[in-house]
């Protein structure tokens, strides 16, 4: 009795199928970003450059050293000694992890990687906005993009010093590269911040609840309210009482003025963001189409043009390929299209 053969269930892949969707993917919900072609080889190792041995940079480097991000890691820092120390100090736990090989070098020895991220810059104060931060760190960029570009033309650049979105603008000018490969790590800690905040008030996991700061890393960043959820169950809808409407305001004064309190009690964040950046990271070198609210260029959404700050974007190994093409309500796109402006009133008072 000869055989029935089974017909491929729709959706799911076949061996034949080599993992392509049964199914044309629906581009209408998003902004595609001009991406090139640069015919990666899935086969060599992965090397990242971190550029800042600082409080950040440094827990950058620990939580992807846990992730096994890289094959190479090279850290970069103008402070020699201090730089040497602190590769030791990671190179003394490598029996404990997954191998990477670290070493301390320049930019030079950086050559070829995959991922440069760069945290270093003037430390943010006690009181002191991110935007006040500005004209100082656009020095650093001037002499160290060129670098970047010489010594890593094929990488995805990822700022991560503030003022990130005006300092990921002024990167990327200066770099000529792409717009898709030079992102900022946006609002990703901010949103990581929001989403806890919110999961202690609710009781549960931060990773079960869907909520996202957007908008400019700083003062006028925004709450995305209309689409935070639970299960797909709305935490603000429209007739919230007012005191519950109270308490989810506060959970976002908390989330925008964390780094001040944080600064203010220990001189400086670096855990969280530490592990925020790893995330991104892992969503370009693992290629995984992860919707991250980093910091990209925004052209001809929501009245916004040539400013980078934060919508949901899909995050994979070109760097941002897709904004998300989000709904807002009046009052959020007024809120983003103010924090835009705040950024754009910068970004044009800076000499770069």
Not at 58 to 84: H, P, S, T
Not at 117 to 140: C, D
Not at 205 to 228: C, K, M, N, T
Not at 290 to 315: C, W
Request: with cysteine; aromatic share 6%.
């Amino acid at each position: 009795m000869q055989a029935t053969k089974r017909s491929p269930i729709i959706g799911y892949p076949t061996r034949s199928s080599c993992a392509k969707p049964a199914w044309p993917m629906n581009d209408s919900l998003f902004q595609h970003q001009p991406i090139p072609d640069l015919h990666l080889d899935p086969l060599r190792p992965l090397k990242g450059v971190i550029v800042g041995a600082g409080q950040v940079g440094m827990a950058c480097a620990y939580a992807m050293v846990i992730k096994n991000l890289f094959d190479e890691l090279v850290i970069v820092d103008i402070n020699r000694d201090k730089l040497d120390g602190e590769v030791m100090d990671l190179q003394h736990g490598m029996s404990f992890v997954e191998p990477t090989t670290i070493t301390a070098g320049t930019l030079a020895d950086g050559a070829g990687a995959d991922i440069v991220v760069i945290t270093a810059g003037a430390a943010q104060q006690p009181g002191e906005t991110r935007l006040a931060l500005v004209q100082r760190n656009v020095k650093i960029l001037q002499s160290l993009t060129p670098e970047v570009v010489a010594h890593c033309p094929n990488a995805i650049v990822l700022m991560v010093a503030n003022p990130v979105d005006v300092l990921t603008y002024v990167a990327w000018k200066l770099s000529g590269l792409p717009s898709a490969r030079v992102i900022g790590s946006g609002t990703v800690l901010d949103t990581g911040r929001f989403r806890y905040l919110l999961a202690q008030k609710f009781g549960v996991d931060p990773r079960s609840l869907h909520a996202y700061i957007i908008g400019e890393h700083g003062d006028s960043e925004v709450p995305f309210w209309s689409q935070a959820t639970i299960a797909g169950t709305p935490l603000a809808p429209p007739d919230l009482p007012a005191t519950e409407k109270a308490a989810l305001d506060d959970i976002f004064y908390q989330v925008k003025n964390a780094a001040y309190e944080i600064i203010r009690r220990k001189g400086y964040t670096s855990y969280a963001i530490g592990l925020a950046v790893a995330q991104i990271v892992q969503a370009i070198a693992r290629d995984q189409n992860r919707v991250l609210t980093v910091s990209s260029l925004i052209n001809g959404m929501h009245g916004i043009d040539d400013v980078y700050l934060s919508l949901p974007a899909v995050v994979n190994r070109m760097g941002v390929t897709r904004v998300m093409k989000v709904k807002l309500s009046d009052r959020e796109r007024d809120s983003l299209q103010q924090s835009a402006a705040t950024l754009r009133s910068v970004i044009d008072q800076i000499q770069f």
